[in-house]
């Protein structure tokens, strides 16, 4: 079993940065890929990034690369997700997950509560 707690969200305005954790709590952090994905209200979760275990395989969602980097410290069982130049449209609930390195939810086995990203135009 993984438990996975988001934190980091906010209010920020375009252009701007935010940085989301994950925290994990279990013996099993260490292997599994983590990912994280957004949903917007009315609208289904979407992938955002993705790591493997040991760092080496990263995956973006189209609508992120270069604005965003995903990263993992395996020894503090975190996977952080650093967003920089901001746009509204990443307005969203992001969650974390455990799994395998999918682009697809349901390569997902464990997944956080969320934590509300709202960026202002």
């Known amino acids: 079993q993984v438990q996975l707690v988001e934190s980091g969200g906010g209010l920020v305005q375009a252009g701007g940065s935010l940085r989301l954790s994950c925290a994990a709590s279990?013996?099993?952090?260490?292997?599994?890929?983590m990912g994280w994905f957004r949903q917007a209200p009315g609208k289904e979760r979407n992938f955002v990034a993705a790591?493997?275990?040991?760092?080496?395989?990263?995956l973006y969602a189209d609508s992120v690369k270069g604005r965003f980097t995903i990263s993992r410290d395996n020894a503090k069982n975190t996977v952080y997700l650093q967003m920089s130049s901001l746009k509204p449209e990443d307005t969203a609930v992001y969650f974390c997950?455990?799994?395998?390195?999918?682009?697809?939810?349901?390569?997902?086995?464990?997944w956080g509560q969320g934590t509300q990203v709202t960026v202002s135009s």
């Open positions: 790591i493997s275990l040991s760092g080496s395989n990263i």
């Open positions: 279990g013996r099993t952090f260490g292997i599994y890929a």
């Open positions: 997950a455990a799994g395998l390195v999918s682009t697809r939810p349901g390569g997902y086995s464990y």
